[in-house]
């Protein structure tokens, strides 16, 4: 016989709400409503902080590190996963943090490129269109955050079509550089 046959009707109902209420969700850490004040001076630093006199033309501190061959784009990465980490304790959707992560994965490998990646710093400002993600994610509506929008998927969709075509053709490229080194040295 099993154990709820042998309870009297009264034990039996306490055991049942014992059970919902082990089976209750764990409450949900609270979720920031107001985007931090340090994360919007962060992505200022990093991406507007200074101004090319009569150009009007801004950059930050990504671009001043990305000059130093080898490890300023790290830093400057290391600065933007901080704001990435940001969109977790905000509750950012899933799709929404790939977005933002690639956005800092494209600054970093673009822009550790010697020179053309150098000016490359100076226009692509990941860090404020983080925050600017953030703060859109923020004024939706509650029951609207969690679900990612066409934009998102459609950008992470053309980036990682991207990035498998420029794998595509770095492949294709040493093959064909390959070929043309064993035909010169006659292999």
Do not use: C
């Amino acid at each position: 016989m099993s154990r709820a046959n042998q309870l009297p009707l009264s034990q039996l109902k306490n055991l049942r709400t014992q059970r919902k209420e082990r089976s209750a969700p764990l409450p949900s850490p609270a979720v920031p409503t107001q985007l931090a004040p340090e994360l919007e001076a962060l992505a200022a630093w990093l991406d507007s902080a200074f101004r090319v006199p009569g150009l009007g033309i801004r950059f930050g501190l990504d671009a001043i590190l990305g000059l130093i061959p080898g490890v300023g784009d790290t830093f400057s990465s290391l600065a933007s996963l901080y704001i990435l980490h940001a969109a977790t304790r905000y509750g950012v959707p899933r799709t929404t943090i790939m977005r933002m992560g690639l956005n800092v994965a494209i600054d970093y490998v673009v822009g550790s490129l010697p020179i053309v990646g150098d000016l490359f710093d100076v226009f692509w400002k990941s860090n404020q269109w983080n925050v600017a993600i953030l703060r859109h994610h923020l004024a939706t509506a509650p029951d609207q955050r969690k679900q990612s929008t066409w934009g998102d998927r459609l950008f992470v969709a053309v980036v990682i079509a991207m990035l498998l075509a420029t794998l595509v053709g770095s492949v294709l490229i040493a093959v064909w550089l390959m070929r043309s080194l064993a035909h010169v040295i006659g292999l």
